[in-house]
């Protein structure tokens, strides 16, 4: 589990769940799941991407929570949910059960929510969006700073060298590296800040950011790596036949922005890409009103709520 923690004070600090529960996916796998905001109200799930937590999502939650129910859970082997036992478990198809379980345990049978997902919590909705399961429960879906295939090739976390081999390879090496991170540095904040962030970034944005991606433990980090350099899910692109709208930062070194473009292209009910200037890839804390007013968007325009009608599912399932 996580050496380090999340930041306690400010508004990057997790607020307290309405209610924690542990959901288990279809390999048995337990998931940590979190409930904020009043029951009845519209629902929206958070899914975080590589090395991060619940806590990445901080900012929404305090802003959605007052009027949206928000579920929010740890990805397998982040935070508090368990690493997986072997490496089967590290796939886009595990990413897929372990939203379908989530969506199963959190919301009742027909109920819609808007599904968010950052980096590889967006590759988690792409690689369910053709199951009936998702279906059920999708009313509209917001990708944050993703993609969908060749994520190594393009990437430009490595400066000064061109597209080709030699910067697939290093770069390769560098995302799968088996060092740990070790703790929060100065030196630590300014290489996570260059590789993942935009150059204005706030000091306390870094330093959110920083302790998320620092507690993350090394295997579950390079597991990971691996599904990341091989992913290929443009197929399963054309498969998330539901309202779909893109967010980007145009300084992503991770994902960059081509990738947002592309998918914009790919689906097949795409509302539109939202580039986002002088921003990186940590879109929902460095630009969380951005995030969170789209969200309130989707939310508003495709999810109706019968409070009464919900409860009464929730009882008889």
Same mark, same amino acid.
């Given at each position: 589990?996580? #050496? ?9 600090? *997790? ?11 279809? /390999? ?8 904020? =905001?009043?029951?009845?109200? *519209? ?25 949206? #129910?928000? @579920?929010?859970? /740890?990805? $397998?082997?982040?935070? $508090? ?10 796939? %886009? ?14 919301? !009742? ?12 919590? =967006?590759? %988690?909705? &792409? ?18 700073? %993703? ?11 490595? *400066? ?24 929060? %540095? ?10 993942? &962030? ?16 620092? !507690? ?32 980007? =930062? ?15 292209? &790919? ?14 890839? &940590?879109?929902? @804390? ?32």
């Amino acid at each position: 589990m996580s #050496r380090l923690t999340h930041v306690t004070s400010g508004p990057y600090a *997790p607020p307290v769940a309405a209610r924690e529960l542990t959901v288990v996916s279809a /390999d048995g796998a337990p998931l940590h799941v979190e409930v904020h =905001g009043p029951e009845g109200a *519209p629902a929206v799930v958070l899914a975080h991407g590589w090395t991060c937590s619940t806590a990445f999502w901080a900012a929404q939650v305090r802003a959605l929570g007052a009027d949206h #129910r928000v @579920i929010v859970y /740890d990805q $397998r082997g982040h935070g $508090r949910s368990a690493a997986p036992a072997d490496p089967g478990g590290y796939s %886009t198809r595990a990413l897929a059960d372990d939203l379908e379980a989530v969506l199963a345990q959190t919301l !009742a049978p027909g109920e819609k929510a808007v599904l968010v997902g950052h980096s590889m919590g =967006g590759m %988690t909705l &792409m690689a369910a969006g053709g199951r009936e399961a998702f279906r059920e429960h999708a009313a509209a879906v917001l990708l944050c700073s %993703t993609g969908s295939s060749d994520l190594v090739p393009e990437s430009t976390v490595v *400066p000064l060298l061109r597209a080709g081999r030699l910067r697939t390879r290093i770069t390769r090496s560098v995302l799968g590296s088996r060092a740990p991170l070790g703790p929060v %540095t100065p030196v630590a904040r300014r290489v996570l800040k260059y590789a993942t &962030m935009g150059p204005g970034s706030a000091p306390e944005k870094v330093e959110a950011c920083a302790r998320i991606v620092h !507690a993350c433990p090394t295997r579950v980090r390079h597991g990971w790596s691996h599904v990341l350099d091989a992913l290929q899910l443009n197929a399963e692109v054309g498969e998330l036949r539901v309202p779909a709208a893109v967010i980007a =930062g145009e300084v992503d070194r991770l994902t960059p922005v081509v990738h947002a473009r592309r998918l914009a292209a &790919m689906l097949p009910e795409c509302l539109g890409l939202t580039e986002l200037t002088g921003i990186g890839h &940590m879109t929902p @804390i460095e630009a969380p009103e951005a995030v969170t007013e789209r969200i309130r968007e989707l939310v508003g325009t495709y999810v109706r709520v019968d409070a009464e009608a919900n409860a009464q599912a929730k009882e008889g399932a």
